[in-house]
């Protein structure tokens, strides 16, 4: 083990190695630390180090944090900056430091070449666009630390503003970024503006976990007390409710999904957004053929009537997705097909003519839909089949 071109004492290294239990960081560190320590003497010849005295208890830090902080105290000019740099995260633009520093560029870029020598951080591009990271995790980690709540908030804070002007793809692509900065900055409503944008995103690409948690932390900011809602705040909420029941229909949980949508009916402001919540809600049906009860489900109130129309044993997650479009338009009917949901089990042999009845008992049993203001007749509901019904065998089918 060496320091530079210059091999350590062997006390110093079994040391160095107790101290470290093998962490390759942890061992880089106080092999720094102790090479630049006062405690040396070069040996005649090769140059090697050599104790001056007995090796002194506290010559080598005893936590790597302490080895960090040493490092960053002794860079005194560059500290504000790698603070920032820690608030920003791993990763960082030198533009994004820039702005929240406030300093000339000529001083910002100084510091971040120190840091770069000290093997603090690590340089990546092409100039103008340099971008950053902290060459570890825990530097990152050590720098943040030496913050003071106040100022980590006041930080998060700038960033968050920074990042909306001067990276405008990142608040797009990438809010929950925004939505974190805003939370730690302590600007919540922002936060939760920003948390709702990045729910849309993930449950459009279907990372339905991670949606969930974006959304309901969304509400947790939005249920704090406070003297009184804004009208944006309320949309925010309102919004939040209405995707998580989306996502819970997904999950063919009806119930909470219903939850959801009352809360957000509650919340509405005008008849609009009260009826675009209830269009979403489950409204439970049931209807009977053969003494086996057969449920299905209503959404939305316009005309003409919708009946989806979906495999044997697949339930209403199967048209969710769709389902959260048309119910605002038309009246929808989805079917829990025997063996799914809350209809009576599949006993076999079953036959596509024998489901075509079932849905012919819950057409026929279906509340009608509201009378035409035009001509005062009663509509007739269309059906539609998410894919071919093949069940049975052929002299079973019709």
């Not at 902290?134 to 908030?153: C, E, G, I, N, P």
């Amino acid at each position: 083990m060496s320091a530079g071109e210059r091999s350590l004492p062997p006390i110093v290294i079994e040391a160095i190695l107790s101290r470290t239990e093998g962490v390759p960081l942890f061992v880089e560190e106080l092999t720094k630390r102790s090479s630049i320590s006062t405690i040396w003497k070069t040996t005649a010849g090769h140059g090697d180090l050599e104790l001056a005295g007995p090796l002194p208890p506290l010559a080598i830090p005893a936590t790597l944090e302490d080895s960090l902080m040493a490092r960053l105290d002794r860079l005194a000019p560059a500290r504000e900056v790698a603070q920032i740099a820690a608030c920003i995260g791993r990763d960082f633009d030198e533009d994004v430091v820039r702005a929240v520093a406030g300093c000339p560029e000529p001083q910002l870029a100084a510091a971040l070449g120190q840091l770069c020598l000290a093997g603090l951080i690590q340089r990546r591009g092409t100039p103008p666009h340099h971008a950053y990271s902290f060459k570890h995790a825990l530097v990152r980690d050590a720098a943040y630390a030496t913050l003071l709540k106040s100022s980590r908030q006041q930080l998060h804070a700038r960033i968050a503003q920074a990042i909306e002007r001067l990276r405008p793809e990142i608040a797009v692509g990438q809010p929950e970024i925004v939505a974190h900065h805003f939370i730690e900055g302590s600007l919540l409503d922002q936060g939760a503006i920003y948390l709702l944008a990045a729910g849309r995103l993930a449950k459009a690409r279907h990372a339905v976990r991670e949606a969930v948690s974006q959304l309901e932390t969304c509400l947790r900011l939005m249920a704090r007390p406070r003297d009184a809602a804004a009208s944006t705040d309320r949309a925010t909420e309102r919004d939040c409710l209405l995707i998580l029941g989306d996502l819970a229909g997904v999950d063919d949980d009806l119930d909470r999904a219903n939850n959801y949508y009352e809360r957000a009916m509650a919340l509405g402001e005008t008849d609009a957004d009260r009826d675009r919540a209830r269009n979403c809600i489950h409204r439970v049906r049931y209807a009977k053929r053969d003494g086996a009860r057969l449920a299905f489900y209503e959404h939305g109130s316009g005309e003409p009537a919708i009946v989806f129309i979906n495999p044997i044993v697949y339930g209403l997650s199967t048209f969710e997705p769709i389902l959260e479009q048309l119910c605002q338009e038309f009246r929808v009917i989805t079917v829990d097909c025997r063996g799914a949901g809350r209809s009576a089990p599949l006993v076999r042999p079953y036959s596509t003519l024998q489901h075509m009845e079932d849905l012919r008992a819950i057409i026929e049993g279906s509340p009608p839909p509201p009378r035409s203001s035009a001509s005062g007749s009663r509509a007739a509901p269309t059906c539609s089949s998410s894919s071919p019904m093949r069940t049975g065998n052929s002299s079973e089918r019709s």
